[in-house]
């Protein structure tokens, strides 16, 4: 069964029977939700056999390399596919 869980601001997606991938995603959880200063409101996070996958939008591109930077330091991180895009400023 994958069960999903959001603590408000990631979104974090269990993976199916690799308990690999639960430990690299739980240490994924860990180090964002430490980068206190890093709004990662409307992320996704999956992980599929060390390959991590974000989607989502962030505010500006240096959250979405920080992001991105963060999670290939985790152990157990082989690739990160990371789909995030730029939130467009609604002021013009």
């Known amino acids: ?10 979104e974090f997606r269990e993976p199916r029977d690799r308990p690999a991938d639960t430990l690299v995603l739980a ?10 200063w ?3 409101s409307g992320v996704a996070v999956r992980v599929d056999d060390g ?6 939008t962030v ?3 240096r ?10 330091r985790c152990p157990g991180v082989r690739e990160v596919d990371n789909r995030l895009r730029i939130e467009r400023s609604s002021a013009l």
């Open 63 to 72: 959250l979405r390399d920080a992001i991105q930077d963060i999670i290939a």
């Open 59 to 61: 505010a500006e591109p």
């Open 1 to 10: 069964m994958r069960e999903s869980f959001d603590d408000g601001r990631i």
């Open 38 to 40: 890093l709004d990662a």
């Open 27 to 36: 240490d994924i959880r860990e180090q964002l939700l430490a980068a206190s």
């Open 51 to 56: 390959r991590v996958r974000i989607d989502g």
